[in-house]
DNA sequence: ATGGTAGAGATTCTA
């Protein structure tokens, strides 16, 4: 089963975009994040016709997630636990029952930027929930994938220029620290399962300004983290980086990994 | 040191 993370930057304004990825991938599950529209405004009909069911997260104007699966969606959950005041459109969750149930999280971790200041704050206090949330998923001992744009850059080798995000949100060392902490508790980073050495790269996003792509100036920001459970069923994972050359692309490409599941 | 881009929706914010 091929399940697959996708900051789509605006869903509506990029449906061709993410239509022409689904037909070429053939993902069986995605998590979007930025669809930047409210449920009702979500374009269902184009990801329909490819054969998904469409479950959706959103908000007006900014953030929103969602999860296409060919597969039935079941227990879908929306929110983040830990905060009943929190109204920004950041989590989903779903199980997917392929010959094996996984459980699915899509998460959109806040920006945090700039820091310090509330926006910082709020994506420490959401990091620190999501940590809680994540040891009651591995209590489950059931194959669990938290997937999605965390936000983070976990290590220097993951910037081409490190040096220029050291005051930035995504790389203070809080942020790292954070998604250290739960990686400890015992989740596995999919990519680093296959490209574990001290090399560059690789990047999952590019920002449009400056010619960031052109100068492969990138940092890896999207995550796959794997439960033990999940882990042991890994047979393959990959970064749609060439999704970034296209026609109006996302400044995110997909992140995906096939499971035997 | 600055500005460079993009989406949503309102004349600015978020990233």
Redesign the pocket.
């Given at each position: 089963m091929k399940i697959a993370t996708f900051n789509i930057?605006?869903?509506?304004?990029?449906i061709e975009t993410l239509t022409g990825w689904l037909s070429e991938a053939e993902p069986d599950v995605v998590v979007l994040q930025?669809i930047?529209?409210?449920d009702e405004?979500f374009p269902r009909e184009p990801i329909a016709d490819l054969g998904y069911n469409i479950e959706t997260h959103g908000q007006?104007?900014?953030?929103g997630v969602a999860i296409l699966s060919k597969l039935p969606l079941e227990d879908v959950t929306r929110g983040l636990p830990g905060d009943d005041t929190d109204e920004q459109a950041r989590y989903i969750e779903a199980t997917v029952v392929g010959h094996r149930a996984l459980r699915v999280a899509g998460l959109y971790l806040?920006?945090?930027?700039p820091q310090p200041g509330p926006?910082f704050d709020y994506k420490l206090a959401w990091m620190q929930r999501l940590h809680d949330h994540a040891r009651q998923l591995l209590a489950t001992e059931m194959p669990v994938l938290m997937m999605g744009d965390y936000?983070v850059i976990p290590e220097a080798r993951d910037a081409a220029r490190p040096e220029k995000w050291l005051d930035d949100a995504l790389f203070r060392p809080e942020s790292r620290a954070a998604f250290r902490r739960i990686l400890h508790q015992g989740w596995i980073e999919a990519v680093r399962l296959r490209d574990a050495d001290g090399s560059r790269g690789p990047f999952t996003f590019w920002?449009?300004?400056?010619g960031a792509w052109q100068r492969d100036d990138g940092i890896r920001i999207d995550h796959v983290l794997l439960s033990p459970q999940a882990a042991d069923l890994l047979i393959d994972l990959g970064i749609d980086r060439d999704e970034r050359a296209k026609d109006?692309p996302s400044?995110h490409v997909p992140v995906w990994v096939d499971l035997d599941a």
């Open positions: 930057n605006g869903v509506r304004a990029r930025e930047k529209c409210q405004g007006k104007g900014f953030n806040p920006n945090g930027n926006k936000n920002d449009y300004q400056a109006k400044d």
